[in-house]
């Protein structure tokens, strides 16, 4: 199923806790509500994107975005891949002007969102922001009132404390460098997280994992040389044997959900996560049909079969399937 990556921005009314929503007024769902935005160019940024396309779409200029949420959903002919972001106004004097695919826009309290007819994908996502807390206002209230007085009376600031060198640089913290001054306590908690999400999925590496260099090492001490790394056929296999037509797959448990050891499941984003391993194992299953109607032998080894009481008996399987598909000239 094709995948169609979009970008949303999520908009509120200086002072308040309104949200801006437009009804779209073309296609199948015209008349349904959603988060302004649009589809990514090619070679753009979801925060690009959100910048142009309020820009076409509402003309209005926006800053400060902070990606806080995902939406995955499978519509009949595609899935869809939201990336939603928090962001304000350069002006906020701006008023957003109607485009003419919209049947209308409207500033919704957030607590009342559930009062339009949504986009299907929307829906999640609309209970999400509704179960938000509302201690954003006060917050920033206080935060002004704090502001105003240090600067109306500067000989009560406080005194710094000298600063002390330490030896260790402390760790980025997840939301260094975000300004989420404007954002309540909920909301930058949705902000963390999918900071947090994001830098996992950055720190797996692709290829050259441990369990890969665990099975090419046993591989080679088997005289099982000449196979080729991320070959060219579909799945892009981790290791190959193009005259042989063997390809073994080496599959982490959590991300290609192990049918073996049964991993865990994130218990929080789970519309996300559910639609990423669901996406995952639709591939993995369309490799292997595709290869072996090319005439492949694909073999899946599992990140848990290469523990140390099993990668031997896994490895002599394999080895075994390696040795006697014979070499095609």
């Given at each position: 199923m094709k995948t169609v990556h979009v970008a949303a921005g999520i908009i509120r009314k200086e002072g308040s806790d309104e949200l801006l929503a437009v009804q779209r007024g073309y296609g199948d769902m015209q008349g349904l509500w959603e988060f302004p935005g649009g589809k990514l160019m090619r070679g753009e940024t979801p925060e690009d994107a959100v910048c142009r396309e309020l820009m076409e779409e509402l003309q209005v200029k926006v800053t400060n975005l902070r990606d806080f949420y995902t939406v995955e959903y499978d519509y009949p002919d595609f899935h869809l891949s939201m990336e939603?972001?928090?962001?304000?106004?350069?002006?906020?004097s701006d008023e957003p002007q109607k485009h003419d695919r919209q049947l209308d826009i409207r500033w919704i309290p957030r607590t009342s969102l559930a009062t339009v007819e949504w986009m299907p994908a929307d829906k999640g996502l609309i209970d999400a922001l509704i179960e938000l807390k509302e201690d954003r206002l006060e917050a920033n209230s206080t935060a002004k009132d704090a502001k105003a007085a240090t600067t109306e009376h500067p000989a009560a600031k406080p005194k710094r404390a000298p600063k002390r060198r330490s030896k260790k640089r402390p760790k980025p913290g997840l939301l260094d460098g975000i300004d989420t001054s404007d954002l309540s306590a909920d909301e930058r908690e949705l902000v963390r997280r999918r900071a947090a999400i994001k830098k996992s999925m950055k720190g797996n590496k692709r290829a050259n994992t441990k369990p890969e260099l665990l099975v090419r090492q046993r591989l080679r001490a088997a005289g099982l040389t000449g196979y080729r790394l991320e070959w060219k056929v579909p799945g892009?296999?981790?290791i190959a044997f193009p005259g042989r037509k063997i390809a073994i797959f080496v599959n982490g448990c959590f991300w290609h959900r192990c049918p073996k050891c049964n991993p865990s499941q994130p218990k929080r984003n789970v519309e996300f996560w559910e639609a990423k391993f669901r996406r995952n194992v639709e591939r993995d299953r369309a490799a292997?049909?595709?290869?072996?109607?090319?005439?492949?032998?694909?073999?899946?080894?599992?990140e848990c079969e290469l523990k140390k009481d099993r990668i031997d008996a896994t490895m002599e399987k394999v080895i075994e399937q390696v040795r006697a598909a014979e070499p095609q000239r």
């Open positions: 939603c972001y928090y962001c304000s106004l350069a002006d906020e892009k296999p981790d292997v049909t595709a290869l072996t109607q090319m005439g492949w032998t694909p073999i899946t080894i599992w």
